[in-house]
T-cell receptor
Framework: RKEVEQDPGPFNVPEGATVAFNCTYS??????FFWYRQDCRKEPKLLMS???SGNEDGRFTAQLNRASQYISLLIRDSKLSDSATYLC???????????FGAGTRLFVKA | GAVVSQHPSWVICKSGTSVKIECRSL??????MFWYRQFPKQSLMLMAT?????????EQGVEKDKFLINHASLTLSTLTVTSAHPEDSSFYIC?????????????????FGPGTRLLVL
């Protein structure tokens, strides 16, 4: 079983749609959680950290459920520029080791 | 924000050639840097953790004699792909760890370089 699992997609949605991505992780000792965005042929860029209380940044909302070892990302009012691969990232205790999920591809169409 | 650079951004070489990739933290000192590899349509896979002044820690399945890592200073880590073969063709990305003392403790952030595309013919 992979340490971090995501639905690879692709998700094809129209502009303005709301889309949700899910991610599960296997190590219950994992300490920090993030969503990264990666555009084609580019390095990943931090989108947002994920906190237990849930957090929102504009159109993006992230949730963490430690009991179920589950992370989600909700994108409201999708824009064409949101088209990218979204990576679920987990950082484990000790050593600052970061584990990336395989990513979920999103295509937003006009 | 902090910047991490990589050089070169593109490499095309013949099979059997050794290729050296540099990763630099431009405005902070990084005691720890990480090297990742990403094949098309796959996730980033951590290859090794590079610690300044000591030997790198390699992930399972990564050949340390094939992928030589040197972290000679607090701002520079290098990855050398020795005797590269076509199956080594990939996107290599480094990241650097920046720790900032805050009033509440230590804030640690990971910054990624822009990546190096290696194509071995």
């Amino acid at each position: 079983r992979k340490e971090v699992e995501q639905d690879p997609g692709p998700f094809n949605v129209p502009e303005g749609a709301t889309v949700a991505f899910n991610c599960t992780y296997s190590n219950s000792a994992s300490q920090s959680f993030f969503w990264y965005r990666q555009d084609c042929r580019k390095e990943p860029k931090l989108l947002m950290s994920v906190y237990s209380s849930g957090n929102e940044d504009g159109r993006f909302t992230a949730q963490l459920n430690r009991a179920s070892q589950y992370i989600s990302l909700l994108i409201r009012d999708s824009k064409l520029s949101d088209s990218a691969t979204y990576l679920c990232v987990v950082r484990n205790t000790g050593g600052f080791k970061t584990i990336f999920g395989a990513g979920t591809r999103l295509f937003v169409k006009a | 924000g902090a910047v991490v650079s990589q050089h070169p951004s593109w490499v095309i070489c013949k099979s059997g050639t050794s290729v050296k990739i540099e990763c630099r933290s431009l405005d902070f000192q990084a005691t720890t840097m990480f090297w990742y590899r990403q094949f098309p349509k796959q996730s980033l896979m951590l290859m090794a953790t590079s610690n300044e002044g000591s030997k790198a820690t390699y992930e399972q399945g990564v050949e340390k004699d094939k992928f030589l890592i040197n972290h000679a200073s607090l701002t520079l880590s290098t990855l050398t792909v020795t005797s590269a073969h076509p199956e080594d063709s990939s996107f290599y990305i480094c990241s650097a760890r920046d720790g900032q003392a805050m009033f509440w403790g230590l804030k640690e952030t990971q910054y990624f370089g822009p990546g190096t595309r290696l194509l071995v013919l």
